[in-house]
């Protein structure tokens, strides 16, 4: 059985000093992250791939199952090799019924296996959801604990590019009000790894939203994150820390966040602090506090829409918070529009945070001009 | 088991031809019994000897009893014991009185919300677990009071459950829509849901190379789901160890069977999936049935389609009579000539494997077990009016996220402290 490794590419540089200047949005860029002596960088695709293929071969009970998982190689390559690897019983293809599969996934987690089901999108979770949120997060709590749920739902949330209505909503907030689910959103290689693992071991059920146009995304990791035990906790992190204002956001809005706050400081001398969630249930409130009392001014970026969404609970969060009596200004809000995707790219512009955009709520909560 | 049978005393009075049905009062024709495995053309010699629960009965069901869709139906004539029709006798017993205990317990308020009673219908989950093992599956809907119990829960545990307490099979958190056991996978609310829920449990099956099968239940409302449809492909794609079994008491709450679907034909259904129509209140039939759809399933060949004919003679659940879409004497005529319990009386009786004195004192201690078991559930504590206990199972222990929020801020609880968030 051949096992196609995931590429990675090795970069040494040592003792530079590593800065983010600008950088356009081209497939393969690298961004920086830590300063290391010697940076391995992977993809997102690949940092999912590796996981799953570490979780599957760690213990028997771990399966997935999906539409085009098995010998497609994965609709957007995420399962690539892991049949060949692991053969037919472990990378289950599906028909086309998110509604049956899904529930015959977490029958199956019921029984003790942990499925790791692929939605090619979360825009088809929306005919499983009845199973994903009666059958699976409310079952351990019905049973007096008695009925173990350990289940993983992950697949592509939110916008691609050009897919339109249908294909483009962000699941994040229906699904982070769910108790009993766990909601995570990674951004880098390393939160796809570490959070991916974590997912799969962890006995509760995980819906996992993924960024399509992450996928490519190359991010350096440091050598603990390549270990076949490494998982994260459910934390925020700070990507880039900052004085003036906080930016919390979460997957792909991340990289808008971190071009914004570029922005802000070369052309404004605005030290914006970026605060990548990773998780939206639990949402680590902690550090959406600690980060508020530093800057006193926030601005939240999601690509939901702007209704009853993630940000709307951050503000929420806060003002119940004795962080309240820390801001400056009112919490700002960055969200997608309020309307069904459209296709031509000019409307689709607008449909999505982007760096000036939050730029733009950056400026207005500074009284910037 | 918790009855004692008494059955020193009886003789064996067996009649070597089929009794026939203007003496009995049944309206479906009756099994013919013979004892000690001879024929039922030959006369069996009466004897005078005790009769011990290994007995060997040979038992042949009326040829109403099945009908096949791309599949022969099982044999008509099959083997029993004598205690396995006792015990399947006393387990029926055990159900009605639960259930009618529910019945007063609703009514008396100590069962709150929905309550969806089986009595009628008992003859399903009894037939199925004496076909079954434990290392089988079984997983229903709401109408799930008679499972849990067959499966193994105590009827105490089952009806601690209902009135909300402790020491229920769900700790209070459940309610009678979620009762889970060993084996039993609920007890679901949502109609239809269970129906992949319990290819997936086939699914775990084959997965682990079990010899074992997923008895999957859902009734006439629910075999219209697509979910249904698209279980029955997966499940026939992937020869998963799944008998799916319908439940047909011909009514989806008001809703007659001929007004839900285009064809009431449940049995064939799966449509590349064999299928038998069993006579639903005969629990002789559902045994054997079940026996065959089980060895099917273990033997490789796949899923298997039963539809049980049955009926409920209850309303849909406690908020509904059941007299407004059916006339009583519908109902009545159903209890009055085919019941199964009395129905598996008659075979006790007239296989000498019980009298009549002695059936009734089944009864009786069926009554007084349950009885007692109602006494003991009542007397169980609720849990605790604490919001420890409210957060509790929300995850696994263990596992939590680090708070949940009660009604208000203030009522924030955090795991790892054990005690509020926000309070000092």
């Known amino acids: 059985m051949s096992f196609k490794v995931p590429f990675i590419k090795k970069v040494v540089q040592s003792g530079t000093t590593l800065t983010s200047p600008m950088r356009q949005s081209l497939p393969s860029r690298i961004i920086s992250c830590r300063m290391a002596s010697s940076k391995t960088t992977m993809t997102v695709r690949d940092a999912l791939n590796s996981a799953m293929a570490e979780e599957l071969d760690r213990d028997d009970d771990v399966f997935i199952i999906g539409e085009e998982v098995a010998q497609y190689n994965g609709a957007y390559k995420v399962t690539k090799g892991l049949l060949d690897r692991f053969g037919e019983r472990r990378v289950v293809d599906t028909p086309i019924t998110e509604y049956g599969f899904t529930g015959l996934a977490v029958g199956a987690a019921l029984k003790g296996l942990k499925p790791i089901v692929e939605f090619m999108s979360f825009n088809f979770s929306m005919q499983a959801m009845d199973h994903i949120v009666n059958s699976a997060a409310k079952t351990h709590y019905m049973s007096g604990g008695t009925q173990k749920c350990q289940i993983t739902f992950r697949g592509t949330n939110g916008s691609a590019v050009g897919v339109a209505a249908q294909h483009s909503q962000d699941y994040s907030a229906w699904y982070g009000s769910i108790p009993g689910l766990k909601v995570l959103v990674p951004y880098s290689a390393e939160d796809a790894r570490g959070l991916l693992k974590a997912a799969i071991r962890d006995p509760n059920p995980v819906v996992f939203l993924e960024n399509e146009l992450l996928y490519g995304e190359s991010f350096e990791v440091s050598e603990e994150a390549l270990s076949p035990d490494f998982t994260l906790p459910y934390k925020a992190k700070v990507e880039r820390e900052g004085k003036d204002v906080s930016i919390v956001t979460y997957t792909r809005n991340v990289q808008f966040s971190l071009e914004a706050a570029e922005i802000l400081e070369k052309e404004h001398g605005i030290s914006a602090e970026v605060i990548n969630l990773r998780s939206i249930r639990p949402l680590d409130v902690e550090a959406i506090i600690k980060t508020v009392k530093k800057t006193n001014h926030l601005v939240t970026v999601e690509s939901t829409f702007p209704s009853f969404g993630v940000g709307s609970e951050i503000v929420a969060q806060v003002m119940e918070s004795d962080a309240f009596d820390y801001l400056d200004a009112p919490v700002k809000r960055v969200t997608g529009a309020d309307v069904p995707t459209p296709y031509a790219k000019e409307l689709e512009d607008f449909a999505f945070p982007d760096a000036p955009t939050i730029v733009r709520a950056v400026k207005d909560i500074l009284s910037v001009e | ?424």
């Not at chain 2, 599949?71 to 396995?84: A, D, H, I, N, R």
């Not at chain 2, 009514?107 to 309550?115: L, P």
């Not at chain 2, 084959?206 to 999957?216: G, I, L, W």
Request: overall charge neutral; proline content about 4%; charged content about 20%.
């Open chain 2, 1 to 424: 088991m918790l009855l004692s049978a008494t059955r020193n005393s009886h003789k064996v009075a067996i009649p070597s031809t089929v009794r026939l049905m203007s003496t009995i009062n049944m309206r479906r024709s009756m099994a013919t019994a013979t004892s000690n495995g001879t024929s039922s053309s030959t006369k069996a010699t009466p004897s005078e000897d005790n009769i011990s629960g290994d007995d060997v009965v040979t038992i042949n069901l009326p040829k109403e009893s099945f009908e096949g869709y791309m599949v022969e139906p099982p044999s008509l004539s099959y083997k029993t014991t004598k205690g396995e029709l006792l015990q399947m006798y006393k387990d029926m017993v055990i159900i009605r009185r639960m259930e009618m205990a529910c019945d007063a317990l609703y009514k008396a308020k100590k069962i709150r919300g929905f309550c969806h009673l089986s009595v009628g219908q008992e003859a399903i989950a009894v037939g199925i677990e004496n076909a079954i093992t434990k290392m089988d599956s079984v997983i229903t809907s709401y109408r799930c009071h008679g499972f849990t119990y067959m499966r193994g829960a105590p009827v105490k545990s089952v009806l601690a459950e209902l009135m909300g307490r402790r020491a229920g099979v769900s700790h209070g958190k459940g309610g009678s829509m979620h009762l889970y056991t060993s084996g039993f996978y609920g007890g679901n609310g949502i109609v239809g849901g269970q129906v992949p829920l319990g290819t997936g449990l086939a699914f775990a099956h084959q997965y682990k190379n079990e010899d074992a099968c997923s008895f999957t239940l859902y009734g006439d409302g629910a075999s219209n789901q697509g979910q249904v449809f698209e279980s029955f492909n997966m499940a026939k794609l992937w020869n998963l160890p799944v008998v799916f079994c319908c439940e047909n008491n011909r009514y989806g709450m008001g809703t007659a069977a001929s007004r839900s679907s285009a064809t009431t034909e449940y049995y064939k259904r799966g449509q590349y999936i064999p299928g038998i129509k069993v006579n639903g209140m005969d629990v002789l039939s559902i045994y054997q049935a079940s026996k065959f759809a089980k060895d099917w399933c273990v033997s490789g060949k796949g899923p298997l389609l039963l539809e049980y004919e049955t009926y409920r003679y209850g309303g849909h659940s406690m908020s509904d009579p059941g007299t407004t879409y059916r006339t009583r004497e519908e109902i009545q005529n159903m209890r009055s000539k085919n019941d199964p319990i009395a129905g598996l009386k008659m075979h006790l009786i007239d296989l000498g494997i019980a009298t009549e004195a002695e059936v009734k004192a089944y009864d009786k201690s069926a009554r007084k077990h349950v009885d007692e078991q109602v006494e003991l559930a009542d007397a169980c504590a609720p849990p605790e009016a604490k919001l420890s206990i409210l957060f509790e199972d929300v995850y696994v222990k263990g596992s939590e996220t680090p708070t949940l929020r009660g009604r208000i801020s203030e009522d924030t609880w955090d795991f790892q402290k054990g005690g509020f968030a926000n309070r000092d």
